[in-house]
Structure formats: C-alpha cells, structure tokens
C-alpha cells in the first residue's frame, strides 16, 4: 500500500499540473473574456456606487501603472490582477461619463417645470416609415396610434426659438400624415422623462429607452396639427434600404394571409406588432418567444447561406467575407436597425473580420469582443434584457460545446445530441434573467426549440427569398406562397403543442440578485471544476447559499398554504 501512495501523489501532481498548464493555455486564447468580465463589474458598481468619475479615472490611472509595472519586472501574476482592476475602472468610468458626454443644448438638460406645458418642436424622424413595424427602434400602428423616434432639432420656449438636441419617442393619435424616416415634422407634444412601475426587479421602462438613446417621451392628442417641413434629411443608404423594406412588407402582406404574413415579416424583417395575440401566447409559454425577435439565430442563418452560395460560385474566403459582412450590416438596416439587429450583426461582422485578417477566431474570444465595443458605445446596454439573453444564451451555448466531447461522437449519435445539450446550455443559462423579467420559467422550451428553432431557421432563409421575389415577380411565386404558409402553419401549430403541455410554463417568485450572483458563481464553478481544487469549494459553497436564499424566500409562501 505504501509502495503506491507516491504513485497516486505523482498522479495527482500531473493532473493538477496539467489542469493549470489547460487553464492557462484558456487564457492565452482568450483572453478578452476575462477582461469583459471586469469591464462588466465595473458598470454594475458603477451603477450601485453613484461614485465621481474622477475615482474611476484615478483608480484606472493606479491600476494601469501597477500593471505595467508588474510586466516590466516580469510578475505577471500581479500584471493580470492589475489588468483586470483596470477594466474595471474602464467600464465604471464609461457608465460615470455617460451624461457627461451629453452636449449643453441637449433635451436631458430640460428642467421639469419646462415639460409641464404642451411644446412646439421640430425635428427629424430616425425610424423606418412602416406603420407595421414595431418595437422601440421603429415606428408602430396599434388602435390608430402611430409611434415614432424623432430626433429633436428646434424647441420654441416662451416664443423663444432654442437649437436642441437628443432623441424623443413620439405617439401621434389618428394623425393626418404618416411621416417618414427622414422627414422634418413640426408639431405640438406633451413631454416628460419616462416612467416606469418601479417593480423592484421589475422591468425598468426609463432603463430602457435610455439604452436605446430616448431621453423623453411624448404624446400629440387626435386633431393636433403635424406638418411636414422637409424631406430626405435622413442617411442615404438607411432611406434607401427602409424604402425597400416597406416594399418587401407590403408584398409579403399581398401574397399571403394576415397571420401569415405577420410572423413572416417577423422572422426575417423585424417587424412584430401584427402578430396575433394568441401565436405570441402560445411562443412564450412554449419557450420559443425568441425566435420572433430577429437576434443571432437569424443573422447567423443568413451568413452561413451567404458562404455556401458565395462558395458555390468559387469567391475565395476573404473577398467572401468582406461581401458577407458589407450584407450583413445592410440586412441590420433592412430588419429595421433595431438594437438586437445591430447587435446580432456586429457579433457576425466581428467573426467574418477574423477571417479577412486571417487570424483564427475563438468564438467566445470574438462574443467578448463584441460586447466590449457594444458597451463602449452604450453601456447601458448592459442592463437591457435583449442584451443579457443573447450574449448569456450565446455564451451558455458556446461553453457547453468547448466543455463537452460532441466531436468525438459518431455522426448519428453527435447529430442527436447536440441539438439537446444546445437547448439544455440556452435554458439553463437564461433561466434566472427570464426569471427576473417575467417571473415565469418555461421548461418545455428545452424540446420546444428542438424541431422549433431548425424550422425557424428554415422559414428565415426561406421567408428572406420569398420576400424579395415577391417584391420583383409576385405573380410568379404562388406556389412559394403556399409552400412558406405551410411553413409556417407547422411553426405555429408546434408553439401551440408544446404550450399545452402540462407545465409547460411556470409562474415563480422572481431571484433576488443574491440568488442570480449564487447561481451563476455555483454553474460557472461546477463548469470548470477541473481547473481548481478551491473551485470545488466554491462551487459547493454559492449552491448552498442558493439552496438557502430560495428556501428563506418560500418559507412565507408555505406559511401561507401556497406553494
């Protein structure tokens, strides 16, 4: 016994040494994802803290010598500590200089006593002209409402006329004219800052629209006069490509029935607010609400159609590439410019530029990077739901496949099971962000997206095609037509399905951030338990104090008989 005991300690060394050199070997590689951690950190506490930005300046400052210091004497240990302290400082200080940034005539600096009274104000429309569109980022028809974002120009205060600045979103009521991106407006609005429930976890509505650069929010009521005083104010490209649009909506809504046609615009234009209420029931209880939402999943789509026709036709990879990435970015305008489009396209242009500097691309090294430059643009974007979801989801999925041997499965076995733990990793990654925003899990959605998303993705590609011959030669394609509205019969009677399974979806109690912090700390332990011993007593650790916090949380609940 005594004989083997120095062989079992040798056995062990190397394990643990070959742990530590596979570690090390990750953050070589990438090693952005450490660092979008810390820049993540650090616009949460800069949040939390209120804190002055010339801390945050002063601490980077600190941090940034200390680790160049660190690397001069070759201790890289305390290089990368220092490293990681600096992002943070980074990403705290970006969040405290953001209405820094803002310049002296902007409509933020408006005082409240300004806002009570109705104000003439003129400006540019900066979103696309379709009354079928919907969402924050474009314009939307409900009951005879009208939503548009303008970008203020003039406000007349006291008879005075002052140049302004910043973004509004406007509600017209039964108005006489539709107006258009591009189109300089001038009519009389009743302002105010947004307000939201003030749910604690709730949905933050003014959060929100701040993310998407809308600093107040506006009402005309029916009757009240907008004019048109000018036209094609708007970006070249953007006019031509939402012109197109409507175009290939109004086609679409020409060749195929309302229900129809409304989820296929959904799918592949961006377009949502004539979905009937039902269908959008019946995705979210079923888990699949995310495919109506044009995200990753569809701009991925078309990109890889793009190579595969661009590789048919002999274009060699980095003239491939730059054309894919020029589609791309014009396919985000054409979807409507919506914040998830432009996310979902800057996470694909950033892989396909790795391909044109013929450098080879770590998938989660390429996800950090583009949350990084999404962030340094605005970081609150940080604290929009789009934003967690797809890079939470789209970071679940690409860990569970470095984690996981599928390559080395035979083909059938590694076909079936990589549907499954895809699903699985998106489920379990997202589930305490949906959770908190909704207050309701749906566990169907594990098989749910099985045959939903494939199907989906099918309809993206396919739907895309359709759209555009329906705008060239719509008496051609009756029997696309009918082949599409199958499609898409089978994608919603699906959704239906799996919404009435029997707990299909789950009303609970939304997480504390206790619980969220326990949660991830606990699943991100367990993931790379192989690296450290002391991860174990982590990962032990963060899901007994989850364990805890839950019970702690129901124990009223089951006092009150209710479960």
């Not at 940034?64 to 240990?77: I, M, N």
């Not at 410019?337 to 996470?347: D, E, I, L, Q």
């Not at 934003?387 to 496949?401: E, H, M, N």
């Not at 060239?472 to 037509?481: D, E, K």
Request: with cysteine; glycine share 8%.
């Amino acid at each position: 016994m005594k004989s083997n005991s120095p062989t079992k300690d040798r056995v062990k060394a190397l394990k643990a040494q070959g742990a530590e050199i596979d570690l090390k070997a990750t953050a070589l590689r990438r090693p952005l994802v450490p660092l979008i951690l810390a820049f993540l950190l650090g616009i949460v506490s800069a949040r939390l803290l209120q804190l002055p930005e010339l801390v945050w300046f002063l601490a980077g400052l600190v941090a940034a010598g200390l680790a160049l210091l660190g690397a001069a004497y070759r201790w890289l240990r305390v290089a990368s500590i220092f490293l990681l302290l600096l992002f943070f400082s980074l990403g705290a200080g970006r969040l405290g200089v953001q209405s820094s940034l803002l310049p002296p005539h902007h409509i933020d600096h408006l005082p409240e006593e300004v806002l009570e009274q109705p104000l003439l104000i003129e400006g540019v429309v900066a979103s696309p002209s379709d009354p079928l569109a919907g969402g924050a980022g474009e314009i939307e028809s409900e009951a005879g409402r009208v939503r548009v974002l303008l970008d203020l120009r003039t406000v007349w205060l006291a008879g005075r006329e002052i140049e302004v600045t910043g973004r509004a979103r406007l509600t017209l009521l039964h108005p006489e004219i539709v107006p258009a991106y591009g189109e300089r407006i001038r009519g009389q609005f009743k302002l105010r800052r947004p307000r939201g429930y003030n749910n604690p976890g709730g949905f933050d509505h003014p959060l929100y629209l701040r993310s998407q650069g809308v600093t107040l929010e506006g009402w005309a009521g029916e009757g009240d006069p907008i004019e048109r005083r000018g036209t094609g104010e708007g970006n070249p490209l953007l006019t031509w490509a939402y012109t197109l649009r409507n175009r290939m909506i109004r086609a679409v809504n020409g060749l195929l029935p309302p229900d129809q046609a409304s989820l296929l615009v959904a799918l592949t234009l961006g377009a949502r607010s004539d979905i009937p209420r039902q269908t959008t029931e019946a995705f979210q209880a079923s888990g699949t609400y995310h495919i109506l939402a044009i995200s990753g999943l569809n701009v991925s789509i078309l990109a890889g159609a793009l190579f595969f026709l661009l590789k048919a036709v002999r274009v060699p990879l980095r003239p491939s590439a730059l054309l894919s990435m020029g589609l791309i970015t014009f396919y985000a305008a054409l979807a409507g410019g919506s914040v998830s489009v432009v996310r979902a396209a800057v996470m694909a242009d950033v892989f396909l530029l790795g391909l044109v500097l013929d450098r080879e691309a770590d998938s989660l090294n390429t996800l950090a990077l583009s949350a990084l430059g999404l962030l340094l643009w605005q970081p609150l974007f940080l604290f929009d739901i789009g934003f967690q979801l797809t890079f939470v989801a789209t970071g679940a999925i690409l860990v569970a496949v470095d984690r996981l041997p599928l390559a080395s499965l035979s083909p059938p076995w590694r076909w079936a099971a990589t549907p499954v733990v895809l699903s699985i990793a998106a489920f379990f990654g997202t589930a305490p962000i949906l959770a908190s925003t909704f207050y309701r899990i749906s566990p169907v959605g594990i098989l749910a997206n099985l045959p939903i998303v494939p199907l989906s993705g099918l309809l993206t590609g396919a739907g895309m095609l359709f759209a555009v011959l329906a705008t060239v030669i719509p008496r051609s394609i009756g029997w696309f037509a009918t082949l599409i509205g199958l499609l898409i019969d089978l994608l919603v009677n699906l959704a239906g399905w799996f919404a009435r399974v029997p707990l299909a979806s789950v009303t609970i109690f939304p997480p504390s951030v206790p619980m969220v912090v326990c949660y991830y700390l606990a699943l991100g332990a367990w993931i790379a338990v192989a690296w450290r011993r002391w991860l174990r007593w982590m990962a032990c650790v963060a899901t007994l104090a989850l364990a805890i916090l839950v019970s702690a949380r129901m124990l009223p609940i089951f006092q009150n008989g209710q479960v």
